[in-house]
């Protein structure tokens, strides 16, 4: 399995994040004799390789900005993409709720845009899999890019472009992770799929897609009741004086739909 960007100097073809004085974020790819163009002049990648992580540099005219190497939540925050992502504030207790541990083998569906790939191979380490399932070559290849440049190659990463609606191919299998629009179509799969006592979890956005899961985990009176809930996250201001909550919050994204297989 791959790895987190190395220790020590920053390095020319890795990415960084710029933190300006207000405190916004820009993610660049350093590049030899390359400049980074702003409103008060240019910074030259030049002046970043080979500094410290979480350095100063200043632009021509003098201003200042700081430079990371980026966390996960910087990375996938600053990502362009064409498809929308599992943001952090839910990866973390998908991660949590479904129990993934060091070891496991791990279906997912859909990969998307690959942030959640990221945190699941993370979690199993070396000796655990993670099998990724997506139905669209575009998605496949944009999300196997996005973790092969946070983590390096895994070679215990398998996509398979396959439709999961028609079912797993994998058995023995310790946790079934969904992000798809109709998952209730996956449960007979997961059924077999999972060892007994695995955890199937899926993510959805709306109450309807919910109701319609939870009745389909039901009626086949091989999973235990689910637990559904959703997280807010809700940021606060704490500068002087000042201590209030933020005017804007990340309230709802997705439910979260978790239960396990019975003997």
Not at 29 to 57: A, C, E, M, Q, Y
Not at 139 to 156: D, K, Q, W, Y
Request: hydrophobic share 40%.
């Amino acid at each position: 399995m791959g790895g987190r960007k190395p220790a020590g100097p920053l390095r020319a073809g890795e990415e960084v994040i710029l933190v300006d004085p207000k405190g916004e974020e820009r993610m660049i790819t350093l590049s030899p004799g390359k400049p980074f163009g702003t409103h008060k002049g240019n910074l030259l990648h030049d002046d970043i390789i080979g500094k410290p992580d979480g350095s100063r540099v200043w632009t021509a005219m003098g201003a200042q900005y700081r430079v990371f190497r980026p966390t996960f939540n910087q990375f996938v925050m600053n990502l362009k993409r064409h498809a929308q992502i599992i943001y952090p504030k839910d990866i973390g207790p998908i991660l949590l709720w479904a129990d993934i541990f060091p070891g496991a083998t791990v279906v997912e569906a859909g990969i998307g845009w690959g942030a959640l790939a990221i945190k699941l191979l993370e979690a199993v380490g070396p000796a655990g899999r993670l099998v990724s399932y997506e139905v669209r070559q575009d998605f496949a290849s944009s999300g196997a890019r996005t973790v092969e440049r946070f983590l390096g190659t895994c070679g215990n990463h398998e996509i398979k472009v396959r439709d999961i609606y028609q079912g797993i191919e994998e058995r023995d299998v310790d946790r079934v992770v969904l992000d798809l629009p109709e998952p209730w179509h996956v449960v007979p799969h997961a059924a077999e799929a999972l060892v007994p006592g695995g955890i199937l979890l899926s993510y959805l956005p709306s109450t309807l897609q919910v109701k319609q899961m939870v009745d389909m985990v039901g009626e086949g009176g091989g999973f235990t009741e689910p637990e559904v809930f959703e997280v807010i996250h809700r940021p606060w201001h704490v500068k002087g004086q000042s201590v209030r909550p933020v005017q804007w919050m990340f309230s709802h994204s997705a439910f979260l739909i978790s239960c396990r297989k019975l003997s």
